[in-house]
């Protein structure tokens, strides 16, 4: 991730050193692969280092029971959410600072302000590095605790400073990997039909044999649990949505500028980060099956705001309240409600890794796990196609000379929110219920 940073910090303020090296094409390049791939190791490192700082015994030296250590889990990996969406926040808060008058800015001023923001973004591997530091620092201050407590210093060695067995590489699931790897680009930059389709079945075939392979390394009650939890969250998260018909209705119709929209998306960081701490009692005493039914509730109350709007809702609530309750004020409102439901339902599954994984594959359970919870929203991606494909949703597209190509056409949208909003309450309470007949367990 620094190298990335450097050389795209390089390529703007010393463009013309740089390209005397490789072309500016060359360079781009090299820091876009270096980036993604230096912030997927270093969150899979981090996951992995999220286990270790939640302790499994007290400072008297005795085990935690399972349901503190629930607890402690799902804090630990709530607090890797909200550091998540604090990240966002704050690039957004630093670029609406850097370029707050852009419009009175050179180009030259332009430019250096582009590099200072990649410049800016080291910051971000020296806090992770030093992470590893504030960690040794833990281990050594409570390791001097349990000793002060009458620990046998043996036994606080073993306690704190515990080994893990040696992971033997699994060439399954590294071959299984690079296949995934290979069979997504290939397919994916193809110009083949249903493309996205085939990207999507084969991922899923894929990532389901890894999982089945690390599932054979789980107890039988550990095994049900994984695969409970995993099918009431992808079911949860592959739910479609709306598409781009909601976004262009509420800038055509309802008058929301880029202004507003850009308010709407750093108070929906903010609001996240408090809705997930108001949340964390919720996450911590509930069950997987009753978070998913409340989430679902929730998540299709949620879009009733919508409909009431495209209905003329707003309009209605704006006369009554001499123009208080207008359209703004209740996308700010529902924004604030909504902000962090997706963000509770992945906690649990990751708190769940963090305790009952085996040790020396926490790590690898996260990376696979991760793959199929983003792969849902693959599966939610293609069924908001579909929808958009049956109920037709158009924006007003004019050519050169302002004559109207396509006009504009949101009829169907009302009808469109409905189906959405049934989905969403019906289909996950419905795979809950089926995976408590089949008596899976979930987290």
Not at 68 to 92: A, C, H, P
Not at 252 to 259: A, I, K, T
Not at 301 to 330: C, Q, W
Not at 340 to 362: E, R, T, Y
């Amino acid at each position: 991730m620094a190298a990335s940073s450097i050389i795209m910090f390089f390529l703007i303020q010393y463009k013309s050193e740089m390209i005397a090296i490789f072309n500016a094409e060359t360079w781009f390049v090299i820091s876009t692969l270096l980036a993604p791939i230096g912030f997927v190791l270093q969150d899979v490192v981090a996951d992995a280092m999220t286990v270790e700082a939640v302790p499994k015994t007290d400072d008297q030296g005795n085990e935690i029971s399972f349901d503190e250590l629930k607890s402690m889990n799902v804090s630990m990996q709530l607090l890797g959410r909200v550091s998540i969406i604090f990240g966002t926040l704050l690039v957004s808060m630093i670029n609406l600072f850097v370029f707050s008058n852009s419009s009175d800015m050179t180009e030259l001023e332009k430019v250096t302000a582009y590099g200072n923001i990649y410049l800016y973004s080291l910051i971000v591997p020296i806090i992770s590095v030093s992470g590893i530091f504030l960690s040794y620092f833990n281990q050594q201050k409570r390791y001097k605790l349990l000793i002060s407590n009458g620990i046998n210093p043996k036994k606080a060695t073993n306690i704190i400073f515990n080994i893990p067995e040696v992971t033997k590489p699994n060439l399954l699931i590294i071959i299984g990997s690079i296949f995934f790897v290979i069979f997504t680009l290939l397919v994916g930059t193809s110009k083949m039909a249903f493309s996205q389709e085939i990207v999507f079945v084969g991922s899923f075939m894929i990532i389901l044999f890894l999982l089945f392979k690390l599932s054979n390394e789980l107890d039988a009650n550990a095994k049900k649990m994984l695969i409970g939890t995993a099918i009431i969250i992808f079911v949860f998260r592959a739910m479609p949505g709306v598409g781009q018909g909601g976004s262009w209705f509420e800038i055509d119709v309802l008058g929301f500028d880029q202004e507003f929209l850009s308010l709407l998306g750093l108070i929906a960081s903010f609001l996240t980060i408090l809705g997930i701490f108001v949340l964390r009692p919720l996450m911590e005493k509930s069950s997987m099956t009753r978070l998913i039914v409340i989430l679902s509730i929730a998540g299709s109350f949620f879009i009733l705001p919508s409909i009431a709007m495209f209905y003329g809702f707003h309009e209605f609530t704006s006369k009554l309240t001499n123009g208080l309750v207008d359209a703004r004020f209740i996308a700010i409102f529902n924004t604030a409600l909504e902000s962090p439901l997706g963000q509770v339902s992945m906690i649990p599954i990751l708190a769940w890794i963090a305790q009952s994984a085996p040790n020396h594959l926490k790590a690898t359970f996260f990376a696979v796990l991760a793959s199929f919870t983003n792969l849902a929203l693959s599966a939610s991606n293609l069924g908001t196609k579909y929808l958009n494909q049956i109920y037709v949703i158009t924006r007003e597209v004019k050519n050169d000379l302002g004559i109207i190509k396509t006009p504009a056409d949101y009829s169907e949208l009302g009808i469109l929110l409905i189906i959405v909003c049934a989905l969403t309450l019906t289909v996950p309470i419905l795979v809950t219920y089926i995976v408590k007949k089949l008596k899976l367990l979930s987290y």
